[in-house]
Protein backbone atom coordinates (compact mmCIF):
# COMPACT_ATOMS: atom_id res chain seq x y z
CA UNK A 1 0.00 0.00 0.00
CA UNK A 2 1.28 3.43 -0.91
CA UNK A 3 0.83 5.58 1.99
CA UNK A 4 1.55 9.67 1.71
CA UNK A 5 2.39 10.62 5.45
CA UNK A 6 2.29 14.54 6.34
CA UNK A 7 3.24 16.45 8.98
CA UNK A 8 2.14 19.98 8.81
CA UNK A 9 3.77 22.57 11.25
CA UNK A 10 2.75 26.12 11.48
CA UNK A 11 4.49 27.66 8.45
CA UNK A 12 5.94 23.99 6.94
CA UNK A 13 4.85 20.98 5.85
CA UNK A 14 6.82 17.33 5.42
CA UNK A 15 6.01 14.83 3.44
CA UNK A 16 6.86 11.41 2.38
CA UNK A 17 5.35 8.85 0.01
CA UNK A 18 6.05 5.41 1.36
CA UNK A 19 5.35 1.50 -0.18
CA UNK A 20 4.00 -0.05 3.07
CA UNK A 21 4.82 -3.52 1.51
CA UNK A 22 9.09 -2.95 1.48
CA UNK A 23 8.87 0.14 3.57
CA UNK A 24 10.86 2.03 1.69
CA UNK A 25 10.23 5.72 0.91
CA UNK A 26 9.66 6.06 -2.70
CA UNK A 27 9.53 10.63 -2.60
CA UNK A 28 10.25 13.12 0.54
CA UNK A 29 10.55 16.51 0.91
CA UNK A 30 9.42 19.47 2.20
CA UNK A 31 7.24 23.02 2.16
CA UNK A 32 8.61 25.77 3.89
CA UNK A 33 7.81 29.45 4.27
CA UNK A 34 4.13 29.03 3.81
CA UNK A 35 1.38 31.59 3.95
CA UNK A 36 4.95 34.09 3.52
CA UNK A 37 6.09 32.97 0.43
CA UNK A 38 6.79 29.39 -0.43
CA UNK A 39 9.44 27.00 -1.39
CA UNK A 40 9.24 23.34 -2.30
CA UNK A 41 11.71 20.80 -2.11
CA UNK A 42 10.66 17.30 -4.07
CA UNK A 43 13.35 14.30 -3.94
CA UNK A 44 12.34 11.22 -5.49
CA UNK A 45 14.01 7.69 -4.45
CA UNK A 46 17.75 7.67 -6.11
CA UNK A 47 16.68 11.05 -7.91
CA UNK A 48 17.59 14.60 -8.05
CA UNK A 49 16.28 16.90 -5.19
CA UNK A 50 14.28 20.16 -6.86
CA UNK A 51 13.50 22.96 -4.94
CA UNK A 52 11.13 25.12 -6.51
CA UNK A 53 10.15 28.49 -5.04
CA UNK A 54 6.37 29.02 -5.57
CA UNK A 55 3.28 30.88 -3.90
CA UNK A 56 1.77 28.86 -0.94
CA UNK A 57 -0.55 31.28 0.43
CA UNK A 58 -2.40 28.61 2.86
CA UNK A 59 -1.18 25.09 3.35
CA UNK A 60 -4.17 23.77 0.58
CA UNK A 61 -1.90 25.22 -1.98
CA UNK A 62 1.46 23.46 -0.30
CA UNK A 63 -0.20 20.38 -0.58
CA UNK A 64 -1.98 20.51 -3.79
CA UNK A 65 1.81 21.54 -4.94
CA UNK A 66 2.88 18.29 -3.48
CA UNK A 67 0.36 16.52 -4.91
CA UNK A 68 1.33 17.96 -8.17
CA UNK A 69 4.99 16.95 -7.70
CA UNK A 70 4.43 13.78 -7.20
CA UNK A 71 2.72 13.09 -10.18
CA UNK A 72 4.19 14.85 -12.67
CA UNK A 73 4.99 13.18 -15.89
CA UNK A 74 8.70 13.70 -16.00
CA UNK A 75 9.83 13.54 -11.73
CA UNK A 76 6.94 12.04 -10.62
CA UNK A 77 6.65 9.38 -8.78
CA UNK A 78 2.92 8.40 -9.40
CA UNK A 79 1.03 7.96 -12.51
CA UNK A 80 -1.85 9.06 -10.69
CA UNK A 81 -2.85 9.84 -6.82
CA UNK A 82 -5.23 6.84 -6.80
CA UNK A 83 -2.07 5.21 -5.87
CA UNK A 84 -2.13 6.77 -2.52
CA UNK A 85 -4.01 4.64 -0.51
CA UNK A 86 -4.36 6.44 2.85
CA UNK A 87 -2.96 9.53 4.14
CA UNK A 88 -1.36 9.15 7.82
CA UNK A 89 -0.96 12.83 9.31
CA UNK A 90 0.88 13.44 12.59
CA UNK A 91 -0.91 15.77 14.87
CA UNK A 92 0.50 17.19 18.02
CA UNK A 93 -1.80 17.06 20.94
CA UNK A 94 -4.90 14.63 21.18
CA UNK A 95 -6.08 15.66 24.06
CA UNK A 96 -7.78 13.74 27.00
CA UNK A 97 -10.40 12.01 24.41
CA UNK A 98 -7.41 10.84 21.74
CA UNK A 99 -5.66 8.19 23.40
CA UNK A 100 -4.50 6.31 20.16
CA UNK A 101 -4.51 6.28 16.69
CA UNK A 102 -7.29 6.84 14.97
CA UNK A 103 -9.33 6.84 11.25
CA UNK A 104 -10.43 10.27 11.30
CA UNK A 105 -14.08 11.19 11.53
CA UNK A 106 -15.85 14.21 12.13
CA UNK A 107 -15.83 13.36 15.68
CA UNK A 108 -12.00 13.11 15.59
CA UNK A 109 -11.80 16.83 13.94
CA UNK A 110 -13.68 17.85 16.76
CA UNK A 111 -11.82 16.30 19.29
CA UNK A 112 -8.40 17.60 17.30
CA UNK A 113 -10.00 20.83 17.49
CA UNK A 114 -10.82 20.93 21.10
CA UNK A 115 -7.25 19.71 21.90
CA UNK A 116 -5.78 22.95 20.36
CA UNK A 117 -5.74 25.09 23.02
CA UNK A 118 -3.32 22.87 24.59
CA UNK A 119 -1.44 22.40 21.05
CA UNK A 120 -2.02 25.94 19.68
CA UNK A 121 0.94 25.86 17.51
CA UNK A 122 0.84 22.73 16.03
CA UNK A 123 -3.19 21.43 16.08
CA UNK A 124 -4.43 24.04 13.91
CA UNK A 125 -1.86 23.60 11.47
CA UNK A 126 -2.57 20.14 11.69
CA UNK A 127 -6.41 19.95 10.71
CA UNK A 128 -6.03 22.15 7.82
CA UNK A 129 -3.70 19.45 6.52
CA UNK A 130 -6.19 17.21 7.16
CA UNK A 131 -9.03 18.81 5.99
CA UNK A 132 -7.38 19.85 2.29
CA UNK A 133 -6.11 16.15 2.09
CA UNK A 134 -9.86 15.55 2.55
CA UNK A 135 -10.76 17.83 0.03
CA UNK A 136 -7.87 16.95 -2.53
CA UNK A 137 -7.96 13.31 -1.97
CA UNK A 138 -11.39 12.75 -1.46
CA UNK A 139 -12.38 9.19 -0.16
CA UNK A 140 -9.39 8.30 1.01
CA UNK A 141 -8.66 7.71 4.64
CA UNK A 142 -6.76 10.20 6.69
CA UNK A 143 -5.55 8.31 9.95
CA UNK A 144 -4.46 10.89 13.11
CA UNK A 145 -1.50 9.73 14.81
CA UNK A 146 -1.02 12.03 17.78
CA UNK A 147 2.59 12.89 19.84
CA UNK A 148 0.71 12.34 23.00
CA UNK A 149 -0.50 8.43 22.45
CA UNK A 150 2.46 6.65 23.64
CA UNK A 151 2.25 9.09 27.12
CA UNK A 152 -1.22 7.72 27.86
CA UNK A 153 0.05 4.46 29.36
CA UNK A 154 1.71 6.32 32.76
CA UNK A 155 0.29 5.24 35.70
CA UNK A 156 -1.48 7.76 37.57
CA UNK A 157 1.17 8.72 40.20
CA UNK A 158 3.33 9.54 37.09
CA UNK A 159 0.81 11.78 35.15
CA UNK A 160 -0.75 13.75 37.93
CA UNK A 161 0.50 17.35 38.90
CA UNK A 162 0.68 17.62 42.44
CA UNK A 163 -1.79 20.56 41.99
CA UNK A 164 -5.83 20.77 42.97
CA UNK A 165 -7.59 18.13 41.38
CA UNK A 166 -10.19 20.12 39.82
CA UNK A 167 -7.76 21.67 37.63
CA UNK A 168 -7.59 17.73 36.15
CA UNK A 169 -10.63 17.46 36.41
CA UNK A 170 -11.95 20.52 34.59
CA UNK A 171 -8.85 21.32 32.51
CA UNK A 172 -6.78 17.58 31.98
CA UNK A 173 -3.77 19.32 33.06
CA UNK A 174 -2.00 16.41 33.98
CA UNK A 175 1.75 15.06 31.64
CA UNK A 176 0.43 13.70 28.12
CA UNK A 177 4.53 13.41 27.16
CA UNK A 178 5.66 14.28 23.42
CA UNK A 179 7.73 12.75 20.51
CA UNK A 180 5.21 9.74 21.83
CA UNK A 181 5.65 8.33 17.82
CA UNK A 182 9.67 8.33 18.29
CA UNK A 183 10.05 7.08 21.67
CA UNK A 184 7.30 3.98 20.45
CA UNK A 185 8.76 3.36 17.31
CA UNK A 186 12.97 3.32 18.96
CA UNK A 187 11.71 1.28 22.15
CA UNK A 188 9.86 -1.12 19.83
CA UNK A 189 12.88 -1.50 17.81
CA UNK A 190 15.07 -1.41 20.41
CA UNK A 191 13.82 -4.40 21.67
CA UNK A 192 14.07 -6.17 18.35
CA UNK A 193 17.29 -5.47 17.60
CA UNK A 194 18.81 -6.45 21.14
CA UNK A 195 16.48 -9.19 21.51
CA UNK A 196 14.88 -8.38 24.23
CA UNK A 197 11.51 -9.82 25.79
CA UNK A 198 8.59 -7.43 24.42
CA UNK A 199 7.15 -8.45 27.82
CA UNK A 200 9.66 -8.28 30.18
CA UNK A 201 12.14 -5.42 28.96
CA UNK A 202 13.33 -2.58 31.00
CA UNK A 203 14.61 0.10 28.07
CA UNK A 204 15.07 4.12 28.01
CA UNK A 205 14.97 6.21 25.13
CA UNK A 206 16.50 9.78 24.71
CA UNK A 207 14.95 11.45 21.57
CA UNK A 208 17.62 14.03 21.75
CA UNK A 209 17.08 16.73 18.84
CA UNK A 210 16.16 20.39 18.45
CA UNK A 211 13.28 19.44 21.08
CA UNK A 212 14.23 16.59 23.86
CA UNK A 213 12.90 14.20 25.86
CA UNK A 214 13.55 11.15 27.68
CA UNK A 215 11.15 8.00 28.33
CA UNK A 216 10.71 4.97 30.37
CA UNK A 217 8.92 2.16 28.67
CA UNK A 218 8.56 -1.46 30.60
CA UNK A 219 7.70 -4.41 28.72
CA UNK A 220 6.87 -1.87 26.06
CA UNK A 221 4.87 0.38 27.57
CA UNK A 222 5.42 4.01 28.45
CA UNK A 223 5.47 4.55 32.19
CA UNK A 224 7.22 7.81 32.34
CA UNK A 225 8.24 10.72 30.02
CA UNK A 226 10.06 13.78 30.45
CA UNK A 227 7.34 16.21 28.76
CA UNK A 228 4.82 17.02 30.24
CA UNK A 229 1.05 19.17 29.76
CA UNK A 230 3.25 20.56 27.02
CA UNK A 231 6.94 20.04 25.28
CA UNK A 232 8.17 22.69 27.89
CA UNK A 233 8.64 20.25 30.92
CA UNK A 234 12.17 17.92 30.96
CA UNK A 235 15.37 18.51 29.67
CA UNK A 236 17.35 21.11 28.56
CA UNK A 237 16.78 21.51 24.85
CA UNK A 238 17.81 24.23 22.12
CA UNK A 239 15.99 26.89 23.38
CA UNK A 240 13.37 25.62 25.35
CA UNK A 241 14.67 26.00 29.65
CA UNK A 242 13.01 22.58 30.42
CA UNK A 243 12.13 22.14 34.15
CA UNK A 244 12.50 24.92 36.69
CA UNK A 245 11.53 26.46 39.71
CA UNK A 246 7.56 27.48 38.49
CA UNK A 247 8.11 30.72 41.16
CA UNK A 248 10.85 32.06 38.57
CA UNK A 249 7.73 32.99 36.72
CA UNK A 250 6.12 35.47 38.95
CA UNK A 251 9.77 36.42 39.85
CA UNK A 252 11.06 37.59 36.36
CA UNK A 253 7.08 39.15 35.49
CA UNK A 254 8.03 40.89 38.78
CA UNK A 255 11.15 42.13 37.92
CA UNK A 256 11.06 42.75 33.88
CA UNK A 257 7.85 43.63 33.94
CA UNK A 258 6.54 41.23 31.45
CA UNK A 259 3.33 39.45 31.38
CA UNK A 260 2.76 35.51 31.82
CA UNK A 261 2.54 35.04 27.82
CA UNK A 262 6.22 37.03 27.25
CA UNK A 263 7.77 35.09 29.90
CA UNK A 264 6.37 31.71 28.18
CA UNK A 265 7.84 33.25 24.99
CA UNK A 266 11.54 33.57 26.89
CA UNK A 267 11.24 30.18 28.00
CA UNK A 268 10.38 28.48 24.92
CA UNK A 269 12.23 30.11 22.24
CA UNK A 270 14.70 32.19 24.01
CA UNK A 271 16.23 29.67 27.25
CA UNK A 272 17.99 26.41 26.81
CA UNK A 273 21.41 25.51 25.23
CA UNK A 274 21.25 29.09 23.12
CA UNK A 275 20.58 30.76 26.41
CA UNK A 276 23.61 29.09 28.27
CA UNK A 277 25.78 29.81 25.69
CA UNK A 278 24.70 33.13 25.89
CA UNK A 279 23.20 33.39 22.50
CA UNK A 280 25.77 31.42 20.38
CA UNK A 281 23.53 28.38 18.55
CA UNK A 282 21.03 26.07 19.41
CA UNK A 283 22.53 23.62 17.36
CA UNK A 284 25.20 21.45 18.96
CA UNK A 285 27.52 21.33 16.09
CA UNK A 286 28.19 25.06 16.73
CA UNK A 287 28.67 24.50 20.54
CA UNK A 288 31.05 21.61 20.02
CA UNK A 289 33.31 23.93 17.99
CA UNK A 290 33.30 26.45 20.47
CA UNK A 291 33.80 24.68 23.07
CA UNK A 292 36.57 23.31 21.52
CA UNK A 293 38.09 26.77 20.79
CA UNK A 294 37.51 27.61 24.35
CA UNK A 295 34.42 29.05 24.99
CA UNK A 296 33.24 28.53 28.26
CA UNK A 297 29.89 29.23 27.40
CA UNK A 298 29.13 26.64 25.08
CA UNK A 299 30.58 24.45 27.50
CA UNK A 300 28.54 25.06 30.00
CA UNK A 301 25.59 24.65 27.91
CA UNK A 302 26.80 21.05 26.72
CA UNK A 303 27.84 20.64 30.50
CA UNK A 304 24.33 21.57 31.84
CA UNK A 305 22.17 19.65 28.54
CA UNK A 306 24.35 16.41 29.12
CA UNK A 307 24.15 16.41 33.24
CA UNK A 308 20.06 16.59 32.63
CA UNK A 309 19.90 13.87 30.61
CA UNK A 310 21.76 11.46 33.09
CA UNK A 311 19.55 12.92 35.67
CA UNK A 312 16.53 11.88 33.73
CA UNK A 313 18.12 8.38 32.96
CA UNK A 314 18.60 7.84 36.86
CA UNK A 315 15.27 8.74 37.79
CA UNK A 316 13.56 6.45 35.43
CA UNK A 317 16.00 3.54 35.95
CA UNK A 318 14.36 3.96 39.87
CA UNK A 319 10.86 4.16 37.94
CA UNK A 320 11.34 0.52 36.36
CA UNK A 321 13.55 -0.87 39.32
CA UNK A 322 16.16 -1.35 36.83
CA UNK A 323 17.30 -0.78 32.90
CA UNK A 324 18.31 -3.15 30.64
CA UNK A 325 18.97 -0.97 27.64
CA UNK A 326 19.19 2.97 26.79
CA UNK A 327 18.84 4.29 23.29
CA UNK A 328 20.20 7.40 21.92
CA UNK A 329 17.77 8.86 19.01
CA UNK A 330 17.15 12.34 17.51
CA UNK A 331 19.86 14.75 15.75
CA UNK A 332 21.87 15.13 18.54
CA UNK A 333 21.80 11.54 19.96
CA UNK A 334 22.47 10.03 16.76
CA UNK A 335 24.95 12.75 15.56
CA UNK A 336 26.53 13.97 18.93
CA UNK A 337 29.16 11.39 20.40
CA UNK A 338 30.64 14.27 22.83
CA UNK A 339 27.01 14.29 24.24
CA UNK A 340 26.91 10.43 24.77
CA UNK A 341 30.45 10.14 26.10
CA UNK A 342 29.18 13.03 28.93
CA UNK A 343 25.92 11.62 29.46
CA UNK A 344 27.33 8.03 29.93
CA UNK A 345 30.02 8.96 32.08
CA UNK A 346 27.55 10.30 34.77
CA UNK A 347 26.31 6.11 34.51
CA UNK A 348 29.28 4.11 35.92
CA UNK A 349 27.49 3.34 38.84
CA UNK A 350 25.33 1.40 36.59
CA UNK A 351 28.01 -0.67 35.44
CA UNK A 352 27.81 0.94 31.78
CA UNK A 353 31.16 1.36 29.83
CA UNK A 354 31.25 2.67 26.34
CA UNK A 355 33.26 1.58 23.52
CA UNK A 356 35.04 4.18 22.77
CA UNK A 357 35.76 3.20 18.97
CA UNK A 358 31.74 2.50 18.45
CA UNK A 359 31.17 6.39 20.09
CA UNK A 360 32.85 7.49 16.31
CA UNK A 361 30.09 6.43 14.96
CA UNK A 362 26.91 8.26 13.39
CA UNK A 363 23.43 8.46 11.65
CA UNK A 364 22.84 4.49 12.25
CA UNK A 365 21.82 1.67 14.39
CA UNK A 366 25.11 0.37 16.65
CA UNK A 367 25.65 -0.66 20.05
CA UNK A 368 27.30 1.89 21.82
CA UNK A 369 28.53 -0.64 24.97
CA UNK A 370 31.50 -2.18 25.57
CA UNK A 371 30.63 -6.43 25.87
CA UNK A 372 30.67 -6.68 29.57
CA UNK A 373 28.71 -3.54 29.92
CA UNK A 374 25.97 -4.28 32.77
CA UNK A 375 23.25 -2.10 30.86
CA UNK A 376 23.04 -1.79 26.50
CA UNK A 377 23.51 1.31 24.92
CA UNK A 378 22.66 1.66 21.56
CA UNK A 379 22.50 4.64 18.93
CA UNK A 380 18.97 3.93 16.82
CA UNK A 381 17.98 6.40 13.99
CA UNK A 382 14.36 7.15 14.99
CA UNK A 383 11.78 7.17 11.50
CA UNK A 384 8.37 8.64 12.88
CA UNK A 385 7.44 8.59 9.33
CA UNK A 386 7.79 4.92 9.35
CA UNK A 387 6.01 4.31 12.33
CA UNK A 388 2.69 7.09 10.92
CA UNK A 389 2.99 4.73 7.81
CA UNK A 390 2.83 1.90 10.21
CA UNK A 391 -0.14 2.74 12.15
CA UNK A 392 -1.98 4.04 9.15
CA UNK A 393 -1.70 0.65 7.30
CA UNK A 394 -2.72 -1.25 10.55
CA UNK A 395 -5.92 1.15 11.13
CA UNK A 396 -6.99 0.98 7.62
CA UNK A 397 -6.21 -2.79 7.13
CA UNK A 398 -8.53 -2.98 10.06
CA UNK A 399 -11.50 -0.93 8.80
CA UNK A 400 -11.71 -3.28 5.18
CA UNK A 401 -11.76 -6.14 7.83
P1 LIG B 1 16.29 17.10 15.34
O1 LIG B 1 15.45 18.12 16.03
O2 LIG B 1 16.11 15.71 15.87
O3 LIG B 1 16.22 17.18 13.84
O4 LIG B 1 17.82 17.47 15.71
C1 LIG B 1 18.40 18.68 15.24
C2 LIG B 1 19.66 18.96 16.06
O5 LIG B 1 20.57 17.85 15.96
C3 LIG B 1 20.46 20.14 15.56
O6 LIG B 1 19.98 21.36 16.09
C4 LIG B 1 21.84 19.83 16.11
O7 LIG B 1 21.95 20.32 17.43
C5 LIG B 1 21.90 18.32 16.16
N1 LIG B 1 22.75 17.74 15.10
C6 LIG B 1 22.41 17.43 13.83
N2 LIG B 1 23.47 16.92 13.15
C7 LIG B 1 24.50 16.90 14.01
C8 LIG B 1 25.88 16.49 13.93
N3 LIG B 1 26.39 15.99 12.81
N4 LIG B 1 26.64 16.63 15.04
C9 LIG B 1 26.13 17.13 16.18
N5 LIG B 1 24.84 17.53 16.33
C10 LIG B 1 24.05 17.42 15.26
Same mark, same amino acid.
Given at each position: ?140 ? #????? !? *? +?? %?? @??? /? ?61 ? #????? !? *? +?? %?? @??? /???V ?35 GVM?LS??L ?6 L ?9 AAGLAIDAF ?96
Amino acid at each position: MKVLVVNCGSSSLKYQVIDSDTEQVAAKGLCERIGIDGRLTYQPAGGEKEVTDAPMPTHNEAIALVLQALTNPKTGVLKSLDEIEAIGHRVLHGGAKLTQSCIVDDDVIAAIDEASDLGPLHNPANLIGIKTCQKLMPGKP #NVAVF !D *T +SF %GM @TLP /EYAYRYAIPTEYYEKYHVRRYGFHGTSHSFVSHETIKYLNLDPDNSKVIVCHLGNGASVSAVQ #NSKAV !D *T +SM %GL @TPL /EGLVMGTRSGDLDPAILQYLCNHEHMDINEMLTVLNKKSGVMALSNGLSSDFRDLENAMNEGNKAAGLAIDAFCYRVAKYIGAYTAAMNGVDAITFTGGIGENAGIVRKKVLAHLGYLGITMDEEANKQRGKTFVLSTPDSKVKVIVLPTNEELAICRDTVRLVNAAKA
